[in-house]
């Protein structure tokens, strides 16, 4: 196991590495005058350049490049006009509109996506993997192609269309509960959930109609092996092959799911996130964006990678604690 961690963490540190490389250089070689656009339309030529050499955007594409990493890992001092501010490692820059640094601005937006992610997840997984297992277990039945027919649905509905219907239906005309507004979980729980349990829901509605379809075949798969044969001829009793057996063996593909939906929910949060209205990353990325602030752009992009080969190391390791089969290696 300790060589296994070792190697997944030398590859996640290689993977990072390429991506930064990949996301500074398409940024920051883009068409376009950063310059200008931070400074506004109304600064002077001379503003303009007082700006550039500020940002330090004169210097050749590979020194800022060297810096960033330098900041990443030792931190870097950054002259903001009229003093000089450290930013200590991991830095990631400073905000050209703001003179935010960028990761603190990313740390503070972060628990409200992290609540999304993490909230959505729990949820999807219980309707998902529950209706999978349902739907393997009925196969043939009336209520499997119900089952069926509902997750194709939702596959194919927008999460917005899901999300819009509930909030016009639960939320305006019920009243069952608030239109959302991020609460932080150490002021109160309770609100923190309730506030939340809306978008939540709206993005579990979705992502559970795909872990169904998935949880389905490869249960079907899982119970047509010899080995479940034999226990059938043993006389084991059906609900404690499929409980203990079977869905064990058919959570291997559910976990590499997992793991790249919870990942890159991180950078996809964007449509959910200013649907209803939740100061996250997602949206951050949005106003970043507009205003050409590519310090943070890189920055989320750079955080998004991050937890997308976390993820997928931590699926690894679940791998074999899912199914006994795997060997790490």
């Known amino acids: 196991m300790t060589g296994f961690l070792l190697r997944r963490l030398i590859g996640a ?13 398409v940024f920051y070689a883009a068409p376009g005058d950063v310059a ?3 400074c ?19 210097d050749p594409l590979y ?21 000089v501010e450290h930013c200590g490692a991991p830095c990631l820059g400073l905000s050209y509109q703001s003179d935010q640094q960028v990761t603190t601005l990313i740390l503070a937006k972060l628990p409200v996506t992290a609540s999304l992610a993490l909230g ?50 639960v939320c305006g005309q019920l009243q069952w509960l608030p239109f959302p507004q991020y609460v932080d979980f150490g002021d109160d729980p309770t609100q923190w959930a309730w506030n939340l349990l809306l978008p939540w829901l709206s993005l579990a509605l979705i992502e559970a109609a795909k872990y169904a379809r998935l949880t389905r075949a490869s249960m079907l798969e899982t119970l047509a092996d010899d080995h479940v044969r034999t226990f059938r001829a043993y006389g084991v009793g059906e609900r404690s092959i499929i409980g203990r057996h079977a869905l064990r063996g058919a959570l291997a593909p559910v976990i590499a799911l997992t793991a790249n939906d919870v990942g890159s929910m991180f950078g996809s949060a964007v449509l959910s996130e200013t649907l209803f209205g939740l100061p996250g990353i997602g949206r951050e990325l949005v106003h970043a964006v507009k205003d050409v602030d590519l310090p943070v752009v890189v920055g989320l992009v750079m955080v998004t990678g991050f937890f997308v080969v976390l993820a997928n190391a931590v699926a690894d390791v679940l791998y074999a604690v899912a199914d006994r089969r795997v060997v790490l290696s």
């Open 36 to 38: 200008q656009i931070t």
């Open 63 to 83: 020194v800022r490049y060297w810096d960033f990493l330098q900041g990443i890992v030792v931190g870097q001092d950054y002259s903001t006009g009229t003093t």
């Open 40 to 58: 506004g339309p109304r600064c002077s030529p001379a503003q303009v350049q007082q700006v550039a050499e500020q940002l330090r955007l004169d």
């Open 120 to 169: 959505a997840m729990v949820m999807w997984l219980i309707l998902g993997v529950g209706t999978g297992v349902l739907s393997a277990w009925r196969r043939g039945r009336a209520s499997e192609r119900v089952l069926t027919a509902v997750t194709l649905a939702g596959t194919a509905t927008p999460v917005f269309v899901i999300g819009l219907l509930l909030m016009i239906v």
């Open 13 to 25: 540190v290689v993977t990072l590495f390429a991506i930064s490389v990949i996301i500074y250089v």
